[in-house]
């Protein structure tokens, strides 16, 4: 079983900054790709960015130049720098990654139970 645990959500001012970090752990043979995700109230879940294997990433084009993902491959976890904070960012924040549990094994997603992050005066 494999398990994300994200921390680091909270309360900040508009033009503030927040850190999330997420941690996988369990049967974990190789991960494909990290990401984050958020949902606001009434709206549907949506993609903020995904760090790559290869180093890559992609980003949503609301968050491009503010946010900024990268990962640690040996600690398995993904973090979401968020600087230039808009009230519009305010949303349950949740991680997910692809992975295999063996080497010629199917890719599997699991999701981390969400964050609330709040932009807010």
């Known amino acids: 079983q494999v398990q994300l645990v994200e921390s680091g959500g909270g309360l900040v001012q508009p033009g503030g900054s927040l850190r999330l970090s997420c941690a996988a752990s369990g049967s974990i043979y190789s991960i494909n790709a990290m990401g984050w995700y958020r949902q606001a109230p009434g709206k549907e879940r949506e993609l903020v960015a995904v760090?790559?294997?290869?180093?890559?990433?992609n980003y949503a084009d609301s968050v491009k130049g503010r946010f900024t993902i990268s990962r640690d491959n040996a600690k398995k976890t993904v973090y979401l720098q968020m600087n230039s904070l808009k009230p519009e960012d305010t949303a349950v924040y949740y991680c997910?990654?692809?992975?295999?549990?063996?080497?010629?094994?199917?890719?599997?997603?699991?999701w981390g139970q969400g964050t609330q992050v709040t932009v807010s005066s």
């Open positions: 760090a790559l294997h290869s180093g890559s990433a």
């Open positions: 997910n990654t692809d992975f295999r549990t063996s080497p010629w094994g199917r890719l599997n997603r699991e």
